[in-house]
């Protein structure tokens, strides 16, 4: 194996060092042009000479508290990614790989087994041990030079003594060579047992083997720091899993029916209730948007009538389509009701993205639609339940909107002049370009908010100056001479502007 690492490949693919679940940041958007730079600073990084900062931020997870997620500079991430990419096949499978959550998903339908465990790991990725790691690629690698790079990455993307960085496809990569100890251990136990990231699926025999499985699993977790979560671990019989996976199918299926049919009657009896005597049946793509639009107000009807300690339990397969709901009735002609959308970010703050990019869409040329986007953009805003992951989303929303005469519009440019001031450099440097999108960022933000920046959103800040063009030169010059990825991520806000002019 190669001794050097290969940072400038990975520097030159900046898309495989965005985080996953976000929407493309400015503090990496501005660096496409620094592939050179980027490249020596992870050098710099991998090879212990220098460490930069990071911060972290809360994401929303599906139903239990908030998610920490870690972001640090590009640079840093270019040199974790590269490592990772270097250390690549001794590192043992990836669970991700395409076609592994299919095989995942049918392995206890497909067993024949009575009965089935399932459980993982509680906040995984947060209590993975350094040292423990470092051991693990040593003994895959059988390169110390390795491990030492692996501490050097670790300190400049999450810093501390545990855990691994989240939404990065990297960390997917080491935390599988670090779980998959814990799996090895099962199988040479003689259990038949198959695992997807951290979640595992055991079939077995008899209840005694399935509650033993839960017991070696937890100890054998405990000897890597790591403990099961309790309200994910389970036993089921395969039989009523098999229930479960068809009552799913059975109730898009029975929706998609249902659709066609009440379309059909439409179509027969015309407008007014005459006779038609022939007509065409109502083909899929119309019963499916019929189906879409059946299931977010369904889905309405079921969390406005339940208590609120009953909601989860109640939703059931219908919380499963609504992403996809969103997705497919981006170009329909009717728009998604603004109290359906208000909901859906209440009730599931992890479909915030679903629910901006369907707003988003709607506002671009491409489908043909005149309606004002500001209206949902202000909702959304003005819901008090925002984490700094929301905000993020929101921001890229409102950079990407073009402004338009509207009533909502300044009362939403003035919840962007609010973020300018958030705690998380990240969302600031955010705020930061959602301001100079719509021509509003002074020059006294840019000069406060670059004197409490890092190297996290310090070149995010020279392209917002460029993005706004009415700095001061001699503010400009003072940014763009800090240092040549100042310099480029100016000209490549630049470039932007003459290609839109």
Known sequence: MASRVETLGVAKRLESVRLERLPPLIIDECLIDCSKELANTADMILSGRISL?????????????????????????????????????SLGPKSREDGNWETFKSFAIASEAEYIVKFDIASYYEYIDHQLLAQQVLAHTLNPESTEQLRAALGSVIGGIRGLPQLLSASDHLSDTYIGKLERRLIRDGYSVLRFADDFTAACESWETANVIIERAAEYARDLGLVLSSEKTNISKRATLILAEQSEAQFINDSFEAAKIELSQVFLWGDYGEA?????????????????????????????????????????????????ALGWLRGHDQRVPERILQEIVFKHPLFLGSVCGYVSSRAESAYGLVEDPWTT?????????????????????????????????????AWVDRQLEDRHEAVRAQAAWAAACHSRLSEQSVTSLYTRASPISQPALSACAAKQGTIGKGIVNSVKQDGPTMKKAYEWAEKQQGSKA
Not at 64 to 84: D, N, Q
Not at 393 to 407: A, G, I, N, Q, Y
């Open 53 to 89: 900062p990071h911060e972290t931020l809360a994401m929303p997870r599906k139903k239990f508290g908030p998610r920490p997620v870690t972001i640090s500079s590009t640079a840093a991430r270019v040199a974790y990614a590269a490592l990772v990419e270097h250390l690549g096949d």
């Open 377 to 413: 953009i202000r909702s959304l805003t003005a819901m008090g339940r925002q984490s700094p992951w929301a905000k993020l989303w929101l921001l890229d929303t409102v950079s990407k909107t073009r402004s338009r005469p509207s009533w909502n519009y300044e009362p939403v440019m």
């Open 276 to 324: 038609i005597t022939k007509a065409d049946e109502p083909d899929d793509r119309k019963a499916m948007t019929a189906t879409m639009w059946s299931l977010l107000h369904g889905w309405l009807d079921t969390v406005t009538n339940a208590a609120p300690e009953d909601s989860f339990r109640l939703e059931g397969h219908y919380r499963t389509f609504i992403p996809g």
